[in-house]
């Protein structure tokens, strides 16, 4: 039996990338980290992501990750109850030391890291390789963009070299919860579209006699096309149909 | 386990809706402070009168019923006026710091809900700083010369300020004539006091009974949580009341210092006016329509009939609605009071009975958010153990509401004139419960799985005919029937004003009188 | 920033864990698959579009050039990535409210958890370790989880009354509408955009200048 792919549920795929970005910075004296923040800020600024361009993309997100957290935080370690009781004794010098050294330690990262993490509909085989093919061809010039500052992506110019690229940055998820539904994203947007439209159409025939209903319901199975997802759908991304 | 409360620190408020306990006239008034000292005196002045919420009776050596009653309350900037610490300040919640017309997008007061139209007091409030709503204070009488006395007692006490503290108008009276107070009294029908409101519901018999309000005992049954054993237990203390643990196991943020915060609440004051014409013809021309008929329909707006408050789950439709009236004719005040607010949704997970955009569902959803898909259908099911708790997400977005209706209905084709309810909540995090409320429950409708849709009393409807608001009225999954949708629902209620308050209790009062609140 | 886009909220938290303790984790996450029933309250919550969590040490971090310095870390961390319905408080009230036992077996064995069940503690918990999101995006901005699972419904029962109804009567067309609506009576909330759960000058400003663009483009096409 092939081994289970942790980042499959269904057909939804949990791909989660972590870019290491070059220790440098600007003539402007801007870190490179910064500069790939702000050119993800500035997506937002556009009418539309260019995520919408990438095919079967249900969620997805971009941060820069500075650094680790140290837990200073009081919290439930037992072990450190025993250990403030020590330090109110005699040879507290000892209880002290202990305690000290109990507490969380600091930890650095050594490089800034861009994170993408990404819920696309990659089929029961996981299909990342298509989803990356897809998202390099519909959105090469963003990908260097945001790219361009991290190690090792300078030689990154074409969609195989982009997905061995990503696939070198890829994280396993230990768990992955699907709360949605894993459908192919036009499938998703077609069902919303529907949804929307037959709500309106129950409204707007309530109380007339099944003549007229069937007829109007045949027009608005005409119109609205349930089967096609290439009619008239929910475009993604979207506010409004 | 169980806490007895100091009831002679708690304002009298808090734990009576003064509307029950025989007091069927009320006037709230508002006042500015020009000076911090006067302001002090004057709150000593009056706390010598505030009404605790101490038991009352007949016998020797007990606190007889007063015939009025008087309580107070601040907004943020009176407690800075009154020269509170800026480090106690800075404990109190965001939202009582920011006041309400701030948080309009939170609230949904848009349209003709928006602060523009509210009452001129409510304008100018946070606007210019001599017109700054700064004491709240609220007059509660048995009858309506008990009113008048305690008004000139209290104008009395302003007079003696000299100044320093000034009595702000503006609302509007029932004559479209500016006033500065705000009457409220419960509505007669046929000559005969009610406890309903200017649509015809009668309000407020499902008020969460909490922990340690020795008067509430006896009411707890669906007032208070429901426990996966079926029966009901009293809510913590703690999501009412400042200073004590709540559902969380921990207490509310409440500022410092302890003295300050502890048994003291905030309060949520909002007029809101009913829209009376819109919805008799509203209610008409779809009671015409829907199958039961025009009063179920009324009822199926609100979870409850119209003419005794009986609720949907128990008298789904005419038929058991007879069966209903008959059992509550013949019963004693204690069993009538059962029947109204003793009920679940475990039957009712479908809304078949009781919609799921109904005002009293949307309120208070009980036990009933713990569900998933049903196996027919249209259906929807209990999901067993799926929470450590049945009412897990009910039990920390509960509200104690006061209030009384304002104004009279002299024509019942139309919206204008003055009448309405003025409502005051009360909980111990503004966020957590009266917005969230507000925000998830009545202005929108995900986490009862209807999307936008709206509570159909209270929602803030679009008057943009692109966003009309619908609400579908479920039927039961196993019938032949099919779902009533509501279309193009109007806005029944606007919002006319409102302010966030802090109530204090005697302790903190006297504190504030003094100026020896300090949290060093 | 934007942790948000449409009714969806974006959540980062990265927390360390004793190398020791994260194979435990991992065993806890695997039983969360093999045995469903552990996800049930989140499943009744139904705030979740998707979720994951992701274990990694200093030497799982990617390491892509011989320049790029390597990681030298005390712990391994746990890096949790949600795209949930509602604002923030919402959803973490409704994690401690709800499922506080769930949230303690994923989170229990990292450093300083301080247990879900008081609420305070385990929001300081939550915001100490978030980070936040620069661009988020959904296919969907308008639809809730709920939306997303009663539009598939909604597909379904109506392409299937279609096909059904083509031979029938007037009056079995009518009780057969009637059963399509009768069974589609959750699944027809109206997506509007959501209330606002931020105050932030930039969503206020942002989700009004979306709405109204697309309303306008909408309302042009339809004269034109």
């Known amino acids: ?241 | 386990m169980t806490q007895k409360l100091e009831l002679t620190d708690i304002q009298g408020n808090v734990l009576r809706a003064y509307g029950r306990f025989g007091y069927p006239v009320a006037r709230y008034v508002f006042f500015n402070i020009r000076d911090d000292r006067k302001g002090r005196a004057f709150v000593d002045a009056i706390s010598k009168r505030v009404t605790t919420a101490v038991e009352w009776g007949d016998g020797p050596g007990q606190i007889k019923q007063p015939d009025w009653t008087l309580n107070i309350a601040f907004a943020y900037q009176a407690l800075k006026e009154l020269g509170v610490p800026r480090s106690s300040l800075i404990g109190f919640s965001p939202e009582f710091i920011s006041g309400m017309k701030d948080r309009r997008d939170i609230l949904g007061d848009d349209g003709p809900s928006s602060p523009e139209h509210w009452d001129p007091i409510w304008c100018s409030n946070r606007v210019e700083r001599d017109k700054d709503i700064h004491i709240f204070i609220s007059l509660n009488a048995r009858l309506p010369q008990f009113l008048l006395e305690a008004y000139q007692w209290l104008l009395g006490e302003v007079d003696k300020t000299g100044g320093g503290v000034v009595q702000l108008d503006g609302h509007r009276g029932d004559n479209g004539e500016i006033l500065p107070y705000q009457d409220s009294h419960i509505v007669m029908e046929n000559g005969q006091p009610t406890a309903k409101e200017h649509f015809g519901y009668t309000d407020g018999i499902s008020d969460p009974v909490f922990e340690g309000v020795p008067y509430d005992e006896a009411r707890l049954p669906g007032r208070g949580k429901q426990m996966p054993n079926g029966k009901w237990a009293p809510l913590a203390t703690g999501e009412f009341i400042l200073g004590h643990v709540d559902e969380a196991h921990e207490y509310p943020p409440a500022p410092e210092p302890v003295l300050l915060s502890r048994n003291g609440t905030y309060m949520i004051y909002r007029k809101l006016h009913e829209n009376v014409g819109t919805f008799e013809a509203y209610l008409e021309e779809h009671g015409s329509k829907f199958p039961g008929g025009k009063e179920l329909l009324a009822a199926k707006f609100v979870g409850r009939w119209r003419d005794n408050g009986a609720p949907l789950v128990s008298a789904p439709d005419t038929a058991a609605k007879a069966k209903f009236d008959a059992d509550f004719a013949a019963a004693d005040a204690k069993t009538k009071d059962k029947m109204l607010s003793d009920f679940t949704y475990d039957n009712d997970m479908s809304g078949g009975k009781c919609p799921f955009s109904a005002h009293i569902r949307r309120i208070n959803p009980r036990a009933s958010l713990e569900m998933v898909r049903g196996d027919k259908p249209g259906a929807m099911k209990i999901s067993t153990d799926a929470f450590d708790t049945p009412g897990a997400l009910t039990n920390r977005r509960r509200l104690l509401r006061r209030g009384l209706p304002y104004g009279e209905v002299k024509d019942r084709t139309r919206d204008d004139g003055n009448h309405g309810i003025v409502i005051m909540m009360l909980n111990a995090d503004i966020n957590r419960q009266f917005e969230f409320v507000q925000q998830q429950w009545v202005n929108y409708g995900n986490d009862f799985i209807a999307a936008n849709d709206k509570e159909i009393i209270l929602g803030n409807h679009s008057v943009d005919d692109k966003l009309p608001s619908k609400a579908v009225l479920q039927v039961e999954p196993d019938s032949n029937e099919a779902p009533y949708i509501l279309p193009k629902i109007p806005r029944f209620v606007e919002t006319r004003g409102g302010e966030y308050f802090f109530v204090p209790s005697m302790t903190a009062l006297r504190m504030i009188a003094k100026g020896v609140v300090d949290p060093t | 920033m934007s942790n948000i886009a449409g009714k969806a909220y974006a959540m980062n938290v990265i927390t360390p864990i004793k190398s020791y303790w994260a194979w435990i984790n991992k065993l806890i996450f695997w039983a969360a698959i093999k045995f469903p029933g552990a996800l049930t309250g989140l499943i009744t919550l139904s705030l979740i579009h998707y979720a994951r969590w992701v274990i990694l040490k200093d030497s799982e971090f990617p390491h892509l050039a011989k320049e790029q310095p390597k990681e030298k870390l005390h712990y391994t961390y746990m890096l949790f990535f949600s795209n949930f319905n509602g604002s923030w408080d919402q959803y973490v009230d409704s994690f401690t409210f709800a499922i506080p036992g769930g949230l303690d077996l994923f989170w229990k064995w990292n450093i300083r958890y301080p247990k879900s069940v008081t609420l305070t503690p385990f929001h300081k918990y939550i915001r100490y370790n978030q980070i936040e999101t620069i661009h988020y995006y959904s296919a969907y901005p308008l639809a809730a989880a709920n939306d997303v699972k009663a539009a598939k419904q909604v597909k379904t029962a109506l392409t299937q009354f279609h096909q059904d109804s083509q031979t029938l009567s007037d009056d079995e067309f009518m009780a057969g509408y009637k059963t399509l609506l009768r069974g589609l009576q959750h699944d027809l909330g109206d997506m509007y955009p959501t209330p606002i759960v931020t105050m932030a000058a930039y969503e206020v400003q942002e989700r009004k200048y979306k709405h109204e663009r697309e309303q306008a483009a909408l309302a042009g096409g339809e004269n034109g």
Request: charged content about 20%; proline content about 6%; some cysteine.
């Open chain 1, 1 to 241: 039996m092939a081994k289970r792919n942790p980042n499959i549920s269904g057909n939804a795929y949990a791909l989660t990338i972590l870019a290491p970005i070059k220790n440098g910075y600007t003539e402007e004296q801007i870190a490179y980290a910064d500069i790939v923040r702000c050119r993800l800020q500035d997506w937002n600024n556009q009418d539309y992501s260019p995520m919408t361009q990438v095919p079967q993309t249900y969620l997805c997100r971009y941060y820069v990750l500075d650094d680790v957290y140290t837990e200073s935080l009081p919290g439930a370690d037992p072990r450190s109850r025993w250990l403030d009781l020590l330090t109110a004794l005699p040879f507290g010098g000892i209880g002290n030391k202990l305690r000290v050294g109990m507490l969380p330690k600091e930890d650095h990262l050594q490089s800034r890291y861009l994170v993408f993490s990404c819920n696309f509909h990659g089929g029961p085989e996981g299909d990342l390789d298509g989803y990356l093919r897809g998202m390099w061809q519909a959105i090469s010039g963003q990908i260097k963009d945001i790219w361009g500052f991290c190690y090792g992506f300078e030689e990154v110019d074409n969609a195989d070299k982009f997905i061995a690229y990503m696939k070198k940055c890829q994280l396993p998820a230990a768990l992955f919860f699907v709360g949605s539904n894993d459908d192919p994203l036009p499938e998703q947007l077609k069902a919303l579209y529907l949804k929307q439209e037959f709500a309106n159409f129950a409204v707007a025939n309530q109380g007339l006699d099944a003549a007229a209903l069937r007829a109007n319901f045949k027009a608005f199975i005409e119109r609205v096309q349930p089967n096609d997802v290439n009619g008239p759908t929910w475009p993604a991304g979207k506010y409004t149909v």
